[in-house]
């Protein structure tokens, strides 16, 4: 090697030295930084190099050196070129940067928000207030979701810059960019690719590390406050749980003292202005954090309100302006006013799923509600009654506005004290008017009265005895409970009307709802709404009564506690799924079967195509519910092997006739011998389809029976199909004219019988024939066609009205049956008789 090369090289080496080693140096020093904050919340991950960093790395762990030939060169070339696109894209992710302006920009709401909750704690030990509590513990909540959501994203910038990290100093680690061409020509070309693969290293590498150390600084500061946060809400959560435990101490003076207040130096008024102050921290917080909610309710708002305008809109269009009023004043609540309830639905639903909303919120809820509750029931209620229930709505406004209190005073203990005398008197008025009136009140209007009345007396003993948070919490409960099980049951009311606008917008259309049958739906939809409403009030009671979080938590580890029965280990929690879903698949199949497969049929005459595909869903919803019930209790899989081990052992030993009718229905649903309206004959016994069930179908009969018939007889014994392909019927009946009658008259004017009658059919025509001379009279066969077979027995009786009435005119003779008597023997005396007359004549 010369010597002029040798120079070349070191000098070569010496300048990678002074620009890649003090960017190492850096690099270093940014990570030494940065691992304090990463590591206070999660290690680092292995960082990824590129798949082509790996190959260049593989490419040049065996090359020690570069030959100098012009292939070799035009590898480095390439390679520094690959290095270069790199870069570049790396650079272009660093420009794009990482957005932590929305975090930046709320950390100053969540100090401010922090530094209000520690002010409130340090007012609890003067007058503990669960409200308050219960205000910070919601707070807390949305902060600790809030940071959590922040750490999430920082750490994922965080992982990011990592990579990007490695990838561009992983150019160090190949070595042979240090090797360089000995030909003159290619030196300089060389060297100037490699300077300008340096700078942009350098660039690269800079910006890297102004992100690194902006996002470390960002995740310190993220994750102080959530530890905070976190420290706060465990206090809050032990200060609920002191505070259940001694809900029924005493925790003010008594109210017979001095108006002086020697607990809460703060003022009622100042204690108000404080409480909205913090309500409304808590509020902004929570829109903030969770704005999205808030556009789903109001996009569930206007699509509800379209859709019972749109039903509404196509009942007047497809029926008379008289009966269109008719049908829609069935709906005493969405037709009259469907705006008010639209809003009282959406604004039950959330409030009933809100369950770590703030007060305040909750609150707004049952404004709205209350405004459209008392719209809607000011022309229904009678007047007294109605008078009553704004007794109750002033009362729900003042126990709404002392639930925001955060201090006890000892105006709110008067105030509470009023209140609760208030509501004795009004449920005693409401029980004696309701006794009394006839206006139709709810089944459970009484023992709901009672409940009030009863938690009315208690709140008033507690604010005597001085365990105010406790009278404040009964006398609430106590408004917002009654207040609330009425509107939940106007809410179920409001539901079974939109099914009923949606299924008679679509009684005269093609499609499945066509086929519904409200009348039987509606019981079955009654129920289900009842309870869901049941359930959702028990649940406003535990949250009202401050008992939600404690039932939930014992609910959970009673039914989460794993418990052993011999070798089978389980949990009540997985039992109770199980039942739950397979009675949930039950219901659904059930109520298929009523909106599809109902008797309305035989009246309307109209066939239900749907029957077979309904068959099949239900039996899909049935096997997947009885699949998805073990997967969800957490059985596994392989115990339906045992099951199906026992059902065969069952079907040897009796269970052939069940699954012969199973069989049997599942080749009903896909052979599709019969459906849903089908006019049958099985036997002795005929009628329509009613419903083609899992085991056994129901045939609805003429005389109003129903006959439940196995599948297994549909299918092995003979059927006759009246409606398989139409409802096409042959008509014949025979008429006998008099000896003498005109032929051809008789048959022009049974002819004209059917000329022009709606529901015969023209072809096949009609067919009269003349069948035989009788002993007494000529007869006639007559056959016709007709276009629905329900129609068959009044059709004929207007037919034979007509011929009658048209024989009588043309003096055609219906004759009477005519006998020749042979006497073989007689008294002498009845002939005698017979001949006197004669005598004397």
């Given amino acids: 090697m010369s010597i002029q090369v040798i120079i070349r090289f070191m000098l070569l080496c010496c300048w990678l030295c002074i620009h890649f080693i003090p960017a190492e140096a850096q690099r270093k020093k940014t990570v030494a930084i940065n691992t304090m904050a990463h590591d206070t919340l999660r ?49 272009s992710s660093l420009k794009r940067g990482f957005d932590t302006s929305g975090i930046t920009e709320m950390l100053p709401l969540i100090d401010s928000c922090l530094a209000l909750v520690k ?12 409200n308050d509590i219960h205000t910070n513990k919601i707070m807390l909540d949305q902060l600790e979701r809030k940071l959590n959501s922040w750490q999430s994203t920082l750490f994922s910038y ?12 992983s150019l160090r680690r190949d070595t042979a960019m240090r090797n ?41 500061k993220v994750a102080n406050r959530y530890i905070e946060v976190s420290n706060l809400l465990e206090d809050m959560n032990f200060r609920i749980q002191q505070f259940t435990t001694h809900m029924f101490n005493r925790d003010y003076h008594y109210i017979w003292r001095p108006a002086r207040d020697s607990i809460n130096p703060m003022t009622f008024l100042q204690v108000v202005k404080v409480s909205l102050h913090k309500s409304t921290k808590v509020l902004g917080l929570f829109f903030a954090i969770h704005w999205p909610i808030f556009f789903v309710w109001l996009l569930l708002t206007i699509l509800f309100g379209w859709w019972i305008f749109y039903n509404i809109r196509r009942i007047r269009a497809r029926h008379e302006e008289q009966e269109a009023e008719a049908i829609l004043l069935h709906s005493k609540f969405l037709y009259r006013y469907p705006i008010a309830s639209t809003l009282l639905f959406i604004s039950t639903l959330s409030t009933v799923l809100s369950i770590r909303y703030p007060i305040l919120y909750t609150e707004i809820m049952w404004f709205i509600i209350m405004l459209a509750l008392t719209y809607m ?45 208030l509501s004795i008197i009004l ?76 299924v008679e917008a679509n009684k005269t259309s093609s499609s499945f709802i066509s086929f519904v049958d409200y009348q039987e739906v509606q019981n079955k939809l009654r129920t289900l709404f009842t309870v869901l409403a049941f359930f959702g009030w028990l649940v406003l009671v535990s949250r009202n009564l401050y008992m939600y979080e404690v039932i ?150 003429y005389d109003g029976s129903e006959v439940i018939v196995p599948n297994g007889d549909l299918i092995s014994q003979q059927l006759i199909n009246w409606t398989l392909t139409s409802r096409n019927r042959r008509v014949e009946f025979s008429i006998g004219v008099a000896y003498g009658s005109d032929v051809q008259q008789v048959k022009e004017i049974i002819n004209s019988a059917f000329t022009a009658r709606t529901g015969v059919l023209t ?44 024989f009588n005119r043309a003096g055609i003779e219906l004759p009477y049956p005519q006998r020749d008597l042979h006497i073989r023997s007689v008294d002498e005396s009845v002939i005698r008789n017979f001949e006197k007359p004669d005598e004397k004549s």
């Fill in 158 to 169: 965080y992982d990011r810059l990592v990579e990007i990290n490695d990838t561009i100093h």
């Fill in 43 to 91: 290690p680092a991950d292995s960082a990824t190099i590129s798949r082509n960093l790996k190959k260049a790395a593989a490419d040049t762990s065996s090359e020690t050196r570069i030959r100098r030939s012009d292939t070799t060169v035009a590898l480095l070339i390439n390679r520094i070129e690959n290095y270069t696109l790199l870069l570049n894209q790396e650079m």
């Fill in 119 to 130: 002010l409130n704690i340090a007012g609890l030990s003067r007058t503990p207030n669960l």
């Fill in 180 to 220: 360089i061409p000995s030909e003159d020509e290619l030196y300089g070309f060389y060297v100037g690719q490699l300077s300008n693969l340096i700078t942009k290293f350098r660039a690269v590498d800079s910006a890297n590390r102004a992100n690194l150390i902006k996002i470390g600084l960002l995740q310190n």
């Fill in 552 to 701: 939930y938590d014992w609910l959970s580890d009673f039914l989460s506690t794993s418990r052993k029965l011999g070798s089978l280990e389980f949990t009540y929690s997985s039992i109770i799924v199980f039942v739950i879903v397979i009675w949930v698949a039950f219901v659904v199949s059930q109520l298929i079967s009523y909106l599809f497969g109902t008797s309305g049929q035989q009246s309307t005459g109209k066939k239900n195509k749907l029957g077979s595909a309904i068959l099949l869903l239900r039996l899909t919803i049935l096997a997947g519910g009885f699949l998805l019930a073990f997967s969800a209790s957490g059985i596994p899989m392989d115990k339906i092997a045992i099951v199906i081990g026992a059902l065969g052992v069952g079907i040897g030993f009796g269970l052939q006739n069940v699954v012969n009718n199973l069989v049997s229905g599942i080749i009903l649903a896909f052979e599709k011998p019969i459906e849903v309206g089908d006019v049958i004959e099985l036997g002795t016994r005929s009628g329509v389809v009613k419903e083609i069930g899992i085991r056994s179908s129901k045939i609805s009969a």
């Fill in 377 to 421: 029931l000011h022309k229904q209620l009678p007047k007294t009654l109605f008078r009553n229930w704004l007794m109750l709505m002033g009362l729900l406004v003042v126990y709404s506005l002392n639930n925001l209190l955060i201090e006890v005073t000892y105006v709110e203990q008067w105030g509470i004290l009023v209140g609760s005398a």
């Fill in 763 to 806: 072809s096949p025509a009609p067919i009269i024939l003349l069948s035989q001379f009788a002993d007494n009279s000529i007869n006639f066969k007559v056959y016709f066609w007709i276009s629905e077979l329900g129609d068959a027995g009044p059709l004929q009786s207007d037919v034979l009205a007509y011929i009658y009435g048209e």
């Fill in 427 to 502: 449920g005693i008025r409401l029980l004696r008017e309701t006794s009394v009136s006839t206006f139709a009140e709810p089944k459970y209007t009484a023992p709901l009265l009672i409940i009030y009345i009863l938690t009315a007396f208690f709140s008033m003993v507690a604010v005597l005895m001085a365990r105010v948070t406790l009278a404040k919490v009964l006398g609430s409960s106590a408004v917002v409970n009654t207040f609330m099980a009425v509107n939940l049951y106007v809410v179920t009311t409001i539901l079974l009307e939109a099914v009923y606008l949606q």
